[in-house]
């Protein structure tokens, strides 16, 4: 007798097996960008997701038509997790004119103004204050859309983010405020940079609610989002959501992440993988067999090598894009 599928907590079988094919494509893609990177093929700067996809494919399963995303440098997993086409930001990321900002942005500066996502930001915690501008827009009006602002750690230290906060909160703004917390901004940990329990917590002072979530989770990760939109829908003003999560990488591809011990990051690889533990709920619910997953994978890696492929044929912008989208 086959063995009934085991229940799912808020999610069908479907939905899960979504959930394992978008963080998929995410760590696909961020591997290939490491070898076009070492190629020489990707320039500047080049921050991989690898290891924290479960928190932006979580939280977009909580969003609607029409929610707004803005994020820090490390942006690529935001990008595909809101639709963008995969060939388009590969295109960006090796500065080529079928790239989403026309070869001219780079890593860490593309945008779509189709799937509402509104950067890929470079400089730390800028980006917060404009998610701040995003919802309060949305406000004025009065459309129920929810923006969602990420930044890191790190750029939870700085300024501008407590003054968003103060202004948020002051005008009850729809905006889902997440702190990516992979634990060691830069290159300092979490335990060396400030003395406060919890980042969410810093909330409390501006009458913001939050919580702490396992960002390496993605049923938990939808779970507080779904909290997290519901509180803005209804007109309560913004949401704190401190989601832990874990990068496998430096902080960048320059970043030869001394700081930390090999033995840390695969006792996490092994244990805390956010897309092995899809894996493990799928098949152990009898969701999907090997070869099914086996099949996604086949699928995702030739995106992957199409996206690559398609960036390495489509031509650099002309001289003349210099004089392009800009305001004077």
């Given at each position: 007798m086959a063995r009934k599928p085991a229940a799912l907590p808020n999610v069908s079988a479907d939905e899960l097996k979504?959930?394992?094919?978008?963080?998929?494509?995410?760590?696909?893609?961020?591997?290939?960008?490491?070898?076009?990177?070492?190629?020489?093929?990707?320039?500047?700067?080049?921050?991989?997701?690898?290891?924290?996809?479960?928190?932006?494919?979580?939280?977009?399963?909580?969003?609607?038509?029409?929610?707004?995303?803005?994020?820090?440098?490390?942006?690529?997993g935001h990008m595909l997790s809101s639709g963008m086409d995969p060939r388009g930001v590969m295109a960006e990321l090796t500065g080529r004119i079928g790239g989403y900002s026309k070869g001219k942005g780079g890593s860490m500066h593309m945008f779509s103004r189709e799937r509402h996502f509104y950067g890929g930001h470079g400089i730390v915690g800028a980006q917060v204050p404009l998610g701040a501008g995003l919802a309060f827009a949305d406000r004025y009006l009065g459309n129920g859309r929810v923006t969602f602002t990420y930044f890191g750690d790190g750029a939870a230290n700085q300024g501008q983010v407590y003054e968003a906060y103060n202004m948020a909160e002051l005008w009850s703004l729809p905006v889902v405020f997440v702190i990516e917390n992979n634990q060691y901004a830069m290159?300092?940990?979490?335990?060396?940079?400030?003395?406060?329990?919890?980042?969410?917590?810093?909330?409390?002072?501006?009458?913001?609610?939050?919580?702490?979530?396992?960002?390496?989770?993605?049923?938990a990760v939808k779970a507080a989002g779904e909290r997290a939109v519901a509180h803005c829908r209804a007109g309560n003003g913004p949401y704190i959501l401190e989601v832990k999560t874990y990068r496998?990488?430096?902080?960048?591809?320059?970043?030869?992440?001394?700081?930390?011990?090999?033995?840390?990051?695969?006792?996490?690889r092994s244990e805390r993988d956010p897309i092995d533990h899809v894996r493990q709920l799928?098949?152990?619910?009898?969701?999907?067999?090997?070869?099914?997953?086996?099949?996604?994978?086949?699928?995702?890696?030739?995106?992957?090598?199409?996206?690559?492929?398609?960036?390495k044929d489509s031509p650099e912008p002309s001289v003349e894009e210099l004089w392009t989208d800009i305001t004077a």
């Open positions: 979504s959930f394992y094919r978008e963080m998929l494509l995410i760590r696909r893609f961020e591997e290939k960008a490491g070898q076009l990177y070492g190629m020489g093929l990707i320039g500047g700067f080049c921050h991989l997701y690898i290891g924290q996809e479960a928190v932006v494919v979580g939280l977009e399963a909580a969003a609607e038509e029409g929610d707004k995303r803005i994020t820090s440098y490390r942006d690529h290159g300092t940990s979490m335990a060396r940079s400030t003395k406060s329990k919890t980042l969410y917590g810093r909330g409390a002072a501006f009458g913001i609610e939050g919580e702490e979530v396992d960002g390496m989770d993605v049923l496998y990488r430096g902080h960048s591809m320059s970043d030869p992440a001394k700081y930390r011990t090999r033995e840390e990051v695969e006792k996490v799928l098949l152990t619910g009898n969701h999907a067999s090997e070869d099914d997953l086996k099949a996604i994978d086949r699928e995702i890696k030739e995106i992957v090598n199409q996206a690559a492929e398609f960036a």
